[in-house]
């Protein structure tokens, strides 16, 4: 189902206005099959021309990028846990893996959006997110404001890139190219309310399997950030995945502060204007003394 082929359901605040009935697109990422293979990590490099990464392990695991960065866009975490004691002759050797591609979140209340002075950052038709690189200028607001840690900079030019979600693949009618080259469909694209009910049923399904540690994260719209675009099945909690418990938009505070910035200058202005007020009576009365 190509889309649009689906019927518009809501809108994240802030998606640029569009004529057509285009739903909101995003990601849903299942990590319990996930294989950790990486064709997520090469199909985006490839489609996007990302630069190499330095291709350094990191000596604590398989992981050869360990996070998210200018020159990373998708990241497979190799996170190895211990399920039992080494000599019990539980399967694996008491070992398990969780792997998980990560991705930027394509936050429904975008703190990059709010920061951006340029308007390098846009909410596209498809409720995603994306930096325009041509209009950029590398002030660096918007890394400190992302709550994910997702954004960051090129040493070599300063300017900021993420995942774009393959914007000019969803234009031509495209599915990301991560989520093409993902083998065991761990990666899901397409309408972002239809897979939060596929997610959900995936959950139950774990669950009556016997997997209770199985959990959503980033898909509800109530949370810090009203949702993630890119939200995650997670087997164990968020921080084991290096993922924020509760993610809030770090812009949230900005009205507030806005008005209380504005109160506070009226109220000084005020008082500047009664000073001088005090000074200019003080003069003339003192002036006519003298007379």
Same mark, same amino acid.
């Given at each position: 189902?190509?889309?649009i082929?689906?019927?518009?359901?809501?809108?994240?605040?802030?998606?640029?206005?569009?004529p057509?009935?285009q739903p909101?697109m995003?990601?849903f990422t299942?990590?319990?099959v996930?294989?950790?293979?990486?064709a997520c990590?090469v199909?985006c490099?490839?489609?996007?021309?990302v630069?190499?990464?330095?291709?350094?392990?990191t000596?604590?695991?398989?992981?050869?990028?360990?996070? %998210?960065?200018a020159?990373?866009?998708?990241?497979v /975490?190799?996170i190895?846990?211990?399920? !039992? =004691?080494?000599? *019990?002759? @539980?399967?694996?050797?008491?070992l398990r893996?969780l792997?998980?591609s990560d991705?930027?979140?394509?936050?429904?209340?975008a703190?990059c959006l709010?920061?951006c002075p340029?308007g390098?950052?846009?909410?596209?038709?498809f409720?995603?997110?994306?930096?325009?690189s041509?209009?950029?200028?590398?002030?660096?607001?918007c890394i400190?404001?992302c709550?994910?840690?997702?954004i960051d900079?090129?040493?070599e030019?300063?300017r900021?890139?993420?995942?774009?979600?393959?914007?000019?693949r969803?234009?031509a009618?495209?599915e990301?190219?991560?989520?093409?080259a993902?083998?065991?469909?761990?990666?899901?694209?397409?309408? %972002?309310d239809?897979?939060r009910?596929r997610?959900? /049923?995936?959950?139950?399904?774990?669950? !009556? =399997?016997?997997? *209770?540690s @199985?959990?959503l994260?980033g898909?509800?719209?109530?949370?810090?950030v009203?949702?993630?675009?890119?939200?995650?099945?997670?087997?164990?909690?968020?921080?084991?995945y290096?993922?924020?418990?509760?993610?809030?938009?770090?812009?949230?505070?900005?009205?507030s502060?806005w008005?209380?910035a504005?109160?506070?200058a009226?109220?000084?202005a005020?008082?500047?204007?009664?000073?001088?007020a005090v000074?200019?009576?003080a003069g003339r009365?003192?002036g006519?003394?003298?007379?």
């Amino acid at each position: 189902m190509t889309a649009i082929d689906v019927p518009l359901t809501t809108r994240p605040d802030g998606m640029d206005s569009y004529p057509g009935t285009q739903p909101r697109m995003g990601f849903f990422t299942d990590t319990s099959v996930c294989i950790g293979c990486k064709a997520c990590e090469v199909a985006c490099k490839e489609w996007n021309h990302v630069p190499e990464d330095g291709l350094v392990l990191t000596g604590m695991s398989y992981d050869n990028t360990a996070g %998210l960065s200018a020159d990373t866009w998708r990241h497979v /975490a190799f996170i190895e846990q211990r399920t !039992a =004691a080494p000599d *019990d002759g @539980a399967p694996g050797g008491g070992l398990r893996w969780l792997m998980s591609s990560d991705v930027c979140k394509h936050c429904t209340h975008a703190a990059c959006l709010d920061v951006c002075p340029t308007g390098a950052l846009m909410r596209t038709e498809f409720g995603t997110v994306v930096v325009q690189s041509d209009i950029c200028n590398g002030c660096g607001y918007c890394i400190p404001a992302c709550p994910y840690g997702v954004i960051d900079q090129r040493k070599e030019d300063g300017r900021a890139w993420k995942c774009t979600l393959c914007y000019d693949r969803l234009g031509a009618g495209m599915e990301p190219a991560c989520a093409k080259a993902c083998p065991t469909e761990s990666i899901q694209f397409g309408p %972002l309310d239809e897979l939060r009910e596929r997610a959900q /049923a995936r959950v139950s399904e774990l669950h !009556a =399997a016997g997997e *209770d540690s @199985a959990r959503l994260y980033g898909n509800d719209p109530a949370d810090g950030v009203g949702g993630d675009g890119a939200f995650f099945l997670l087997l164990d909690e968020p921080e084991v995945y290096g993922l924020p418990p509760d993610p809030v938009v770090t812009t949230r505070d900005l009205p507030s502060m806005w008005r209380h910035a504005g109160a506070a200058a009226v109220t000084l202005a005020a008082a500047a204007a009664a000073s001088f007020a005090v000074e200019a009576l003080a003069g003339r009365l003192g002036g006519g003394g003298r007379r």
